[in-house]
């Protein structure tokens, strides 16, 4: 047993796919190892990455696994014995194929195999070495890693002024360029795109002692990295590393930088050896929205802005260099140089911008295309005023209607300005700003800038009833649109994020209460379209069968069971808003100690009254008639549910979803009397249909806030 160090030094990898890379080439390969048998299950694994290596050091790993038993499956025992029990040709051929002989046959063990008897080899199987072993894994590891977009090269084949004659390419994300294998401090023959294993890689490009550095062992790694390479390998270490230098250097100035758990990640992904600089630019720039601002320092520059107490944005930054000189001010002259010409353009596209009114911009839109079937950036705009006029009507909003239509008119138009052009991420930003600019309320600016949210998940939600009512125009104008003409995500493809406009289209009306029906908003939407959007079957439906099933997914990651948002889901509440209260009330009645017992009786009268319409399509919703109850318990049940079911309906009209099933708990004890005592199916018709009216009765009171019968287990 010895600790196993890998490491595969490459040329500068993709900064925003390093720590995905470091942690799979980890993962994979350690995997492997204890799936061979060469690790332990729980052998420890530490994981390596930084912009020029993929490394993992396993510990315990043995130069060769433990020999394993292995039981064989042959053949049944009818095949591979005659009547006499001899083996048969076809038993002694698989023997054959399995390595063994006519003298297994007396050791093979008979075992039951389903519903006949089979004949089992057990054998031995040698454990692998681990230069095999490692060979497999190192295969296995480069053939699943999560490329984002693989490289073809050449392999050198010797040395000299070219390549030789018979060169081949190779796959993979960089050129590599060297392999460590160390067995403890023994090298592992093994190679891989090329390479062959040694002991020696390459540390920091610039700052390392020595260009070269031969690894003492496995666990002398990550030292002799940092000390000899100034290089810190380890991709965890240098993220940290670089949050306390940032959260250092900003203390110092009594500001703090800017939260961006990607920026760091991607930074940490270019630098081996973090060293945090503190750099300024002209305080003028800072009339520019700070957004803008932000925004090209992080894109372009991977530089952290400062903010002040109050959150402001400030003339200072922090970038990370990967080079630590004994005097900093060139290496923070150079990236003030570079930063200034990038404010300077976000000036001028936000002074440019602000020359032209954005209501003057809104012609335009009728020049860019939004989809080949959808027509125009203007025809979309003319939809989704329509679509949130008729949203605000609903949502009792007359008031507002100039506002609505007007942030609608204005809400595409920033995407025709110059600060939009360059910086597509700030589209709505820009445009409040811009409608600010132009003596547009602060409630229309606000829409501008609020109907592309929720963004993402966990993004906030337009602030005010203008902007809500334009985010779901623009979400169900988009989703209309797109299930109109059979647009729809397949898979893990989505290129229209249509599963979060979805997402954002349950997130308004559950969170802000919107006292509209999903259906009626579908049809709002699609009614803004013409006729051939409509022309695959059922959009709509399918809509809407998609907003739910989006619906089921958000609700199970607030944590409400499968059965609860079944019981709920299932019967398609039109009011979105209301599903909470329903599961909560689901929840509450499922602690009943009748709840069982009802959620069973419900499952059975749903199955009655199905098998009813389609055997003989018995009407169930007809009106009991009190005459034909004879039996005492239907007469009970019948008594029972005169009394409970106003009560039950009451509540569920008040929205107290909760009291109106908890109501339905006294139906327990009639209706087991019913199902014990009397025979729904009774040769009489008029009994059996006035039976069958019952229970529709039952089941319709039962089933208003959510379908008990998918409770019962």
């Known amino acids: 047993m010895a600790n196993l160090l890998v490491e595969l030094f490459v040329e500068e990898l993709p900064p925003k796919a390093l720590k995905r890379l470091g942690e799979s080439f980890a993962g994979l390969l350690s995997a492997s190892l204890k799936a061979q048998g060469l690790a332990a299950p729980d052998a420890a694994v530490t994981g390596y990455a930084s912009p020029r290596r993929l490394g993992v050091h396993v510990a315990h790993v043995a130069a060769r696994a433990a020999d394993r038993s292995v039981l064989t499956k042959l053949m049944p025992v009818g095949v591979a014995l005659d009547s006499a029990g001899q083996p048969t040709p076809a038993l002694l051929k698989k023997l054959a194929a399995a390595g063994a002989d006519a003298s297994a046959v007396p050791s093979l063990q008979r075992r039951p195999d389903g519903k006949t008897e089979a004949l089992f080899l057990d054998s031995v199987q040698p454990g692998v070495l681990l230069a095999d072993g490692l060979q497999k894994a190192l295969a296995e590891t480069i053939a699943g890693l999560p490329i984002p977009k693989v490289m073809q090269y050449p392999l050198f084949q010797g040395s000299g002024a070219g390549f030789q004659p018979g060169w081949t390419t190779v796959n993979f994300v960089r050129p590599a360029h060297g392999l460590v294998a160390l067995h403890g401090e023994a090298v592992v023959p093994v190679s891989i795109l090329g390479l062959q294993a040694g002991r020696r890689t390459r540390g920091h490009r610039f700052e390392a002692a020595t260009p070269d550095i031969d690894i003492h062992g496995a666990d002398t790694y990550a030292q002799q990295l940092r000390a000899e390479g100034a290089v810190i390998a380890s991709f965890a270490e240098r993220h940290a590393e670089i949050v306390r230098q940032l959260g250092a250097a900003a203390a110092g100035e009594g500001l703090r930088p800017v939260d961006d758990e990607a920026l760091l990640d991607e930074v940490t992904g270019l630098v081996e050896r973090p060293k945090v600089l503190l750099c300024r630019f002209e305080p003028e720039f800072l009339a520019v929205p700070p957004e803008c601002l932000i925004l090209t320092m992080k894109a372009n520059q991977k530089y952290f802005p400062l903010l002040d107490a109050g959150g402001r944005l400030t003339e200072k930054f922090l970038i990370v260099s990967n080079i630590d000189p004994a005097d900093p001010s060139r290496v923070i002259g150079g990236n003030e140089r570079v930063v200034r010409p990038r404010l300077a353009d976000a000036k001028f596209f936000y002074d440019q911008d602000r020359k032209k009114p954005l209501a003057s911009r809104v012609p335009q839109l009728a020049r860019v295309v939004y989809h080949g079937k959808l027509g125009s950036q ?164 399918a809509l809407m069968a998609f907003i739910y099933e989006r619906l089921r997914g ?92 106003p009560r039950a309906d009451a509540a569920f009209e008040r929205g ?58």
């Not at 337009?462 to 397949?490: N, S």
Request: glycine letters at 8%; hydrophobic letters at 50%.
């Open 378 to 541: 203007g025809e979309r705009v003319d939809r989704v005023r329509g679509i949130a006029a008729e949203i605000g009507r609903r949502m009792g909003l007359p008031e507002r209607a100039p506002e609505i239509d007007r942030a609608a008119l204005l809400a595409k138009a920033d995407l025709l300005t110059d600060m939009v052009g360059e910086f597509p991420e700030l589209q709505g930003v820009m445009g409040a700003y811009y409608a600010r600019h132009d003596g547009e309320s602060e409630a229309v600016a606000q829409a501008v800038e609020d109907h592309y949210k929720p963004r993402f998940a966990g993004d906030t939600l337009a602030r005010g009833d203008v902007g809500l009512a334009v985010a779901l125009a623009d979400k169900l104008e988009t989703l209309a649109g797109l299930f109109g003409i059979g647009q729809l995500p397949t898979g893990d493809r989505d290129p229209f994020a249509l599963r979060r406009h979805a997402l954002g289209v349950i997130r308004m009306l559950i969170e802000r209460d919107v006292p509209v029906d999903l259906g009626a908003l579908v049809d709002v939407a699609f009614a803004r379209f013409p006729a051939f959007v409509a022309e695959p079957a059922g959009p709509a439906a």
């Open 554 to 645: 958000l609700l199970r990651d607030e944590g409400y069971t499968a059965y609860e948002i079944d019981a709920v889901v299932s019967l398609q509440p039109q009011r979105l808003a209301d599903v909470p209260r329903r599961l909560l009330a689901v929840r509450a009645f499922a602690s009943l100690p009748e709840a069982p017992a009802l959620a069973a009786a419900n499952k059975r009268v749903g199955n009655i009254l199905k098998k009813s319409e389609a055997t003989d399509g018995t009407a169930t919703a007809a009106e009991v008639d009190p005459a034909l109850l004879v039996e005492p318990a239907e007469v009970a049940l019948a008594a029972a549910l005169q009394a409970v079911a």
């Open 656 to 713: 107290d979803y909760a009291a109106s099933l908890q109501a339905l708990a006294v139906l327990k004890k009639p209706v087991d009397a019913f199902f014990d005592g009397v025979m729904v199916n009774a040769e009489d018709p008029a009994l059996r249909r006035n039976r069958l009216a019952l229970l529709g009765s039952l089941h319709a009171a039962m089933n208003r806030v959510a379908d008990l019968s998918r409770l019962a287990t």
